[in-house]
């Protein structure tokens, strides 16, 4: 497995090398760095040299990433075509598939932009979009947990990146009062019960991550309300926020939940997201 960034020449980019390296390392796994060409219409009068320079362009765009990524040594790869088709088609071989937040050309406007939309929800691996303005920091790995099953996958990659990083884990349940709870609350009775009932079942859906994970510190956060915005607070000291996706029906269809959207557009460190349904093709 590889740990796969998509390049292109821009700052963003290059931030998001950077971050891939240690990532790399953290997982003693190899280094792929990936630049998407623009494709060319066939045409029989198109100047050869015309094509020829595009890839010495695609080539440079390269080798300054990998010079950024200094003794990574890592695999070097052009591929013609669109970009969000490119990173998707590698995903199926990466470990996890890093992007930076802001593009030129192949990956522009990455995390408000089509192409970050597009990778990020169709991905077949876990995509990390790398934020903020030191991304590489220190720091515990925030989780979203829903509850339920679709947790699994979150907290698996959650705990992996802690235990590698030498960190803990907060996992962050939110929860919305419905109109029984509405009732109950006018009735007297205090949600903090509530509070509890749901911590509960965090704690329940916890246990053998933690088990397995002994070295790992968790803290619990329950609390009531948004659940991007807590998990936004707790990413204010975050070294990682890892959040699930929800699955996706074409190339075209984004069907990433409100909370990702969230926190690929405001977070102030790196997100990854965690596919938690199956993708249909």
């Given at each position: 497995m590889t740990v796969t960034v998509g390049v292109d020449g821009s700052e963003s980019a290059l931030e998001a090398v950077r971050w891939a390296v240690e990532e790399a390392r953290t997982r003693g796994e190899r280094l792929r760095l990936v630049h998407a060409e623009t494709p060319l219409f066939d045409a029989p009068d198109l100047d050869r040299k015309v094509r020829a320079r595009l890839n010495d362009q695609a080539w440079q765009v390269l080798r300054e990433a990998a010079r950024v990524a200094g003794d990574g040594e890592p695999e070097l790869h052009v591929e013609v075509g669109a970009a969000a088709e490119v990173l998707v088609a590698e995903s199926t071989r990466a470990g996890v598939l890093v992007l930076g937040t802001r593009g030129l050309g192949g990956f522009g406007a990455l995390a408000v932009g089509s192409t970050a939309i597009a990778v990020t929800a169709h991905?077949?691996?876990?995509?990390?979009?790398?934020?903020?303005?030191?991304?590489?920091?220190?720091?515990?790995?925030?989780?979203?947990?829903?509850?339920?099953?679709?947790?699994?996958?979150?907290?698996?990659?959650?705990?992996?990146?802690?235990?590698?990083?030498?960190?803990?884990?907060?996992?962050?349940?939110?929860?919305?009062?419905?109109?029984?709870?509405?009732?109950?609350?006018?009735?007297?009775?205090?949600?903090?019960?509530?509070?509890?009932?749901?911590?509960?079942?965090?704690?329940?859906?916890?246990?053998?991550?933690?088990?397995?994970?002994?070295?790992?510190?968790?803290?619990?956060?329950?609390?009531?309300?948004?659940?991007?915005?807590?998990?936004?607070?707790?990413?204010?000291?975050?070294?990682?926020?890892?959040?699930?996706?929800?699955?996706?029906?074409?190339?075209?269809?984004?069907?990433?939940?409100?909370?990702?959207?969230?926190?690929?557009?405001?977070?102030?460190?790196?997100?990854?997201?965690?596919?938690?349904?199956?993708?249909?093709?």
């Open positions: 991905a077949s691996c876990p995509v990390v979009v790398v934020r903020g303005e030191k991304p590489a920091r220190p720091g515990p790995v925030v989780v979203g947990v829903h509850g339920g099953p679709h947790s699994v996958p979150v907290l698996a990659h959650a705990f992996e990146e802690a235990a590698a990083r030498g960190v803990g884990v907060v996992a962050v349940h939110t929860w919305h009062p419905v109109v029984g709870d509405v009732v109950a609350l006018s009735a007297g009775v205090d949600l903090a019960e509530y509070d509890a009932l749901h911590g509960g079942r965090l704690a329940r859906l916890l246990s053998p991550w933690r088990t397995r994970y002994r070295d790992v510190p968790v803290e619990v956060v329950v609390g009531r309300g948004s659940a991007s915005v807590a998990l936004l607070e707790r990413a204010e000291d975050a070294a990682l926020v890892v959040v699930g996706g929800r699955g996706h029906n074409s190339l075209t269809g984004l069907l990433l939940g409100s909370t990702s959207h969230a926190l690929l557009h405001h977070a102030p460190c790196p997100v990854m997201v965690v596919h938690t349904e199956p993708r249909n093709t």
